[in-house]
Every structure is written in structure tokens, then in C-alpha cells.
């Protein structure tokens, strides 16, 4: 089966505008998020989608430079970028992040998918956020083609179309075809995302220190940076994590 691993992005961010291209360690953290997926060992393509919209012209202009693949198509309808990405690709499974998470690994997210290829007589939606356990920024969901084409074709309202995943998960959920993914413990208060101005704080310092001497470091890692010092800590711990939605904030 072919697993094809989309990544929703645009520059219009409301609380930190065009966060994705914001740079650490040398590079975007957009291009950071892309290089750590591109190291999924269960994924065989890679995509960007974004909007047509003329601010996001740099932030595709930058990833296709690159070299990675991007869509671009509707500001609002991200279901539809979605869809046409995996009709485009004849994708069977489709992984879906969002760019607002560049400390994305590679061996988390594929953990979820290997889960869902191990159980696909059981699931149609597979994620490690229901509940959370992972930190706030490694969240994966997956789901069939076959569940996207259902919400493409039938959905209606503006959070279904928006957030592409709610009447994915949700007839999953009411067919009992709905999995999770649990961590080794409950990290779910610790928060990795890219919302703020203290998230990117965060974030640099984590890339700053970890990147120059092992580019490919894990969740692990940036844990154990993060709990060696109380002020890393504190830096972004005012905000909580927003149940649901924090799946669909980087539109």
C-alpha cells in the first residue's frame, strides 16, 4: 500500500504570522519539519499543501526549492488539498501533520502508521491523540484514501472542510474503526508546537543546541534536553494545549 505523508502549511497564521519560514540552526523550520519526514521509514512520498494564495508564493517557492513536493489550492477547503494530493499520488493510506509541528520524529510517526498497516481490518483512522500522550507537536493521524475521498465527497461544514479530519474521525468513531497510539508515559502536557512567540523560543534553542551534532535527533532527545533545566521548562508552559483543534492550526 502506498503511504503518502501530506503536510498543511500557510503563512497567514493569526498569533504568530508566517511562522513556518521563521529559521533555526541555519535553516526554516518548515525545512527542518520536511527533512524529519522525509526519514520515515513507512512513508514513500512527501508533500506540502498549501494555498494558491499569493503570501504563501515564498513559503512554496522555498520548499520546492528544496526539492520537496508541494500542492497548492484552496485558502479554506484544506480537505480538497488533501484529497487532490492523494488522487494525484494514488495514495491508499495517507498521513497527515501540519507545518506548525518541526519537531516532528520520524520513528514516532512511523510507530502510528505501522500500527494502523498491522490493524486495517479493524481501523479506517488510526492517531496518537486520543488522548495524547506524545507532546503537543507530534501529532499523526491516518486514515485510507478511502475515508478521505468519503469526507471530500460528502462533507459540509466549515470545521470539516477546514480541519479535514473531524467527519474522518467521527465515522470512524461511530463504525468502532477508530485507533490510537499511546506513548511510553504521559507527555502530553509538554508542549512542541508553533503558535506563539515563546514556542519558537523554544524551538530555536532546541534546534540551536541539539541540530549541530546530530541532525536527527528524536523526541527523546529534546526531552531529555528540555527536563536538565528548569527555565526550558517554563519558557512556553503558560499556554495549554488545545484539545482537538491543535490538530488543525496550521491550516
Known sequence: MKVVAIVQARMSSSRLPGKVLLAAAGKPLIIHLLERVKRC???????????????DDTLASTVENEGFNVFRGSLDN?????????????????VRLTGD???????VIDTVVDHFLKNTKEYDYVS?????????????????????????????????????????????????????????????HLRWTLDEKEDYELIR??????????????WLDVLAWQTQKKERLEI???????????LSACH
Not at 41 to 55: G, H, N, Y
Not at 205 to 218: A, T
Open 41 to 55: 521509514q513507512r512513508i514513500q512520498a512527501v508533500w506540502l499543501a498549501t494555498s494558491q494564495e499569493t503570501e
Open 101 to 107: 509541528c518541526p519537531l516532528h520524529d520520524p520513528a
Open 78 to 94: 484544506v480537505l480538497s488539498r488533501f484529497w487532490h494530493v492523494g488522487q494525484q499520488q494514488q495514495a491508499d493510506i495517507i
Open 236 to 246: 512556553n508552559a503558560k499556554y495549554t494545549r488545545n484539545e482537538g483543534l491543535h
Open 205 to 218: 534553542q532546541v534546534f540551536e543546541d541539539l541540530y549541530p551534532s546530530k541532525e536527527d535527533f528524536g
Open 128 to 188: 496518537n491523540v486520543l488522548p495524547p500522550t506524545y507532546p503537543d507537536g507530534l501529532d499523526t493521524e491516518v486514515f485510507t484514501f478511502e475515508s478521505l475521498d468519503g469526507a471530500y465527497q460528502n462533507a459540509t461544514s466549515t470545521i470539516d472542510i477546514e480541519h479535514v479530519t473531524p467527519y474522518i474521525r467521527k465515522g470512524a468513531l461511530d463504525r468502532g474503526r477508530l485507533g490510537n497510539v499511546s506513548g511510553p508515559s504521559d507527555f502530553s
